[in-house]
């Protein structure tokens, strides 16, 4: 028998949301991991508010609000507050009710400001590493660096000599009165001379000879090898030196390595090995490496106009030599995820403390998505 359709609205539903969402949705295997984070920054999230005054964004609805945003690739926080106000899934998540409003995104934008300023982003990020520790997934030995360009958001318009100070051209139209014409073509235009009015921090840089030159700022990471968990990062402004000396201040972040049981022998430090690609070939990088205690497994720089490498065969002939390049290509998945999920390929921020406030969270969050295949099924389940 055909069933006939029925127009009139429900009032009530009988179904509570946790009802609602499958016993094995991604998300209930991350919120099992947020929450204790959440509940062991409870105190550092009571210091950044006062005690009298209008009650604001719960700072625990609001990160997982922007863990929503990085893990779904939601443009703006008014495409985030949109999704919100109809999607169940992403209201169990937050932490909202069926009935529950949601927030002005102009609104939600400010309180995430208060976790910039309060340094949540890397706060969050060292407690995720020490949950990956607990579990015995770091190896604290074995790690790879290497670094990338993430597009400013800012126009090549905006790359303007800095003691210039007349606005640009515009045209005829009216309508063209906030997109100008302007024509740079051979104008010589160097990080020296120019800087951009939209993101004075941003940098003209380019990742290879014959690619194009953006602005743009330089990330980095620090790889832990056992299981591609990011354990370090670094944002600063591109330039010929920026990722090595990236890696050196990302490795002496580190904590001192411990000792460790050899049989009959008794103790022996244990020595830390740093694999990367062949821009990291440089005799000072190198030579800053082994005056550190870590083993440089990087692989050689070798061209016509260079027939010699900072790294010889007392390192190249051990067999964890071949196991550090091979681990090393995983880092290239740290960066694919951050870009093409975890909105980074163009930056929806300004200002190097922003950049590095979003780029150390979206770290967190992929070690996160990481820490879900490997944490999770090995924990009891409280749904």
């Keep these: 028998m055909r069933?006939?359709?029925?127009?009139?609205?429900?009032l009530f539903s009988y179904r509570s949301i946790e009802d609602r969402i499958p016993s094995d949705h991604p998300l209930r295997a991350m919120r099992q991991l947020v929450d204790p984070l959440l509940s062991e920054l409870s105190p550092r999230f009571q210091a950044l508010y006062a005690s009298t005054g209008r009650p604001s964004i719960p700072p625990e609805q609001l990160l997982r609000a922007l863990l929503l945003q990085v893990r779904y690739t939601i443009r703006s926080e008014r495409q985030l507050m949109e999704q919100l106000d109809y999607n169940l899934l992403y209201r169990w998540f937050v932490?909202?009710?069926?009935?529950?409003?949601?927030?002005?995104?102009?609104?939600?934008?400010?309180?995430?400001?208060?976790?910039?300023?309060?340094?949540?982003?890397?706060?969050f990020f060292n407690q995720v590493l020490v949950m990956a520790n607990d579990h015995q997934l770091l190896s604290q030995e074995h790690f790879t660096v290497d670094g990338?360009?993430?597009?400013?958001?800012?126009?090549?318009?905006?790359?303007?000599?800095?003691?210039?100070?007349?606005?640009?051209?515009?045209?005829?139209?009216?309508?063209?009165?906030?997109?100008?014409?302007?024509?740079?073509?051979?104008?010589?235009?160097t990080n020296a001379t120019h800087r951009s009015t939209t993101d004075p921090d941003a940098r003209l840089a380019k990742k290879s000879r014959n690619a194009a030159a953006v602005?743009?700022?330089?990330?980095?990471?620090?790889?832990?090898?056992?299981?591609?968990?990011?354990?370090?990062?670094?944002?600063?402004?591109?330039?010929?030196?920026?990722?090595?000396?990236a890696a050196l201040e990302m490795l002496t972040c580190l904590e001192p390595v411990g000792q460790v049981e050899s049989g009959r022998s008794g103790s022996r430090s244990r020595r830390r090995t740093l694999?990367?690609?062949?821009?990291?070939?440089?005799?000072?990088?190198?030579?800053?490496?082994?005056?550190?205690?870590?083993?440089?497994?990087?692989?050689?720089?070798?061209?016509?106009?260079?027939?010699?490498?900072?790294?010889?065969?007392?390192?190249?002939?051990?067999?964890?030599?071949?196991?550090?390049?091979?681990?090393?290509?995983?880092?290239?998945?740290?960066?694919?995820w951050q870009k093409c999920?975890?909105?980074?390929?163009?930056?929806?921020?300004?200002?190097?403390?922003?950049?590095?406030?979003?780029?150390?969270?979206?770290s967190a969050a992929y070690n996160l998505v990481r820490l879900r295949q490997l944490v999770v099924p090995v924990m009891p389940c409280t749904a």
Excluded at 3 to 10: R, S, V, Y
């Design 3 to 10: 069933g006939a359709e029925e127009q009139q609205a429900i």
């Design 215 to 245: 602005l743009a700022y330089q990330a980095s990471v620090l790889m832990d090898n056992r299981h591609g968990l990011i354990v370090e990062t670094d944002v600063r402004a591109p330039g010929y030196h920026a990722e090595r000396d």
């Design 341 to 362: 999920v975890g909105l980074l390929r163009k930056l929806h921020h300004r200002g190097q403390d922003r950049v590095s406030w979003i780029f150390t969270f979206a």
């Design 95 to 123: 932490g909202l009710t069926p009935d529950d409003d949601v927030w002005v995104p102009t609104v939600f934008s400010k309180n995430r400001d208060r976790l910039l300023n309060g340094n949540i982003a890397e706060v």
């Design 148 to 189: 990338t360009l993430i597009e400013a958001w800012a126009s090549q318009k905006s790359f303007r000599p800095i003691d210039d100070v007349t606005p640009p051209p515009n045209d005829d139209t009216p309508s063209n009165g906030s997109n100008p014409s302007v024509n740079f073509h051979g104008e010589k235009r």
């Design 275 to 336: 694999g990367a690609d062949k821009g990291y070939d440089e005799d000072g990088f190198i030579g800053d490496l082994r005056r550190m205690g870590i083993t440089p497994h990087i692989a050689p720089n070798l061209h016509a106009r260079r027939t010699h490498s900072a790294v010889d065969g007392r390192t190249t002939r051990h067999r964890s030599y071949e196991t550090s390049q091979r681990k090393r290509k995983l880092v290239e998945e740290c960066f694919g």
